[in-house]
């Protein structure tokens, strides 16, 4: 007997997706995520992954029968007052509106994301145990405190509970109990459940502790006053100190199996697709690496947060000449006579620090829909689209000495 195949999915609910994979709100103040073009009622059978929103890429989409293109890099970063064709880029997407493929963006808070950018990467290369290297505040939590008839304790967490609160990692309707003696006197315009005006009450209670977030702080309040029994509710809602979260720019963690630095060096090469580039590294080759830092993309802003990390080797992409140099210069400085000027930086390709991202991105879209009861057919591009198409050695007769090793 078959069965019919599911319906395939609107690209409203394949956003709604990626959102909660990489939420916006984790993207830098400066950066452009989320969708740039596409009907959210179109259905959704096909989506690609790459790095680039660049002609190629779109040419590859649109052969394929693509329905949407997830990109790292934002195709209209800066600010624009026309998409006419007359551009590189309107002309991009009017090719993408003509044929019916969406396009996407998850730049920084891919990221910064569980599962993201600077975990695959790190992945990659065999750095496990990982941590962020600059973590991303969790979400500011509020406490709140009610006291209740002990009767009506388990109907008041219920109804807290369904308006978000109590909700502590896989775990919901969390809260905590104790009693005590509650004691107050009505006046007579009010309207008492227990006790009569003027008369002093005192009554066993309940109090109900629960944690929410701050952002939920008014429908949590809304739902405990629907709830309570009393007129005029006992409660207090104390905003809880802030913490670092589980996700950040970069990743830290140690090598599974501790090498050289030309052999991590060795091992990045390896591990990312090839490039003109290649891959760089600074330091004394023989080095032992055994903590290592990762950031996709261009690395070089975050030196002060590697140097604080205290890691062996710093794996990114785009280091400049004048911050490499100070990196080496300081490292050197201070590490003194004998020591290791650590951290060692290793350079590679912007577009091959990001590229082992999509793999991981299209299968965890994959299997989010699957658990919704539908699904996708995804595909990795496999064009390179790293700026840089070759290079010429430099020859063996240039009139330089290397200098001392740093």
Known sequence: MSSTPPAPPTLAEVVRVL?????????ESWDAVGLVTGDPAQPVRKVMFAVDPVAAVVDEAVAWGADLVVTHHPLLLRGVHSVAA??????????LIRAGVALYAAHTNADAAPDGVAEALADAVGVVDLTPLVALPA???DKHVVFVPVADAGRLVDALAAAGAGAVGEYTRCAWQTTGEGTFTPSADARPTIGQAGEASAV????VEMVAPRHLRDAVVAAMRAAHPYEEPAFDVLELARWDGPTGTGRVGRLAEPTTLRGFAERVAQALPATPQGVRFAGDPGALIETVAVVGGSGDSLFDAVRARGVDAYLTADLRHHPASEQRERAVHEAGPGRPATPFLVDVAHFASEWPWLDRAAADLRTSLENT???????????????WTDRVSSPDHAPLSEGPTP
């Open 373 to 387: 009861g539908t699904t996708v057919e995804t595909r990795v591009s496999t064009l390179r689209t790293d700026p």
């Open 86 to 95: 007359t551009t590189f880029k309107g002309a991009l997407l009017h090719r």
């Open 19 to 27: 959102d909660r994979l990489y939420p916006p709100a984790t993207a």
């Open 204 to 207: 066993v209670e309940a109090r």
């Open 139 to 141: 979400e500011p939590l």
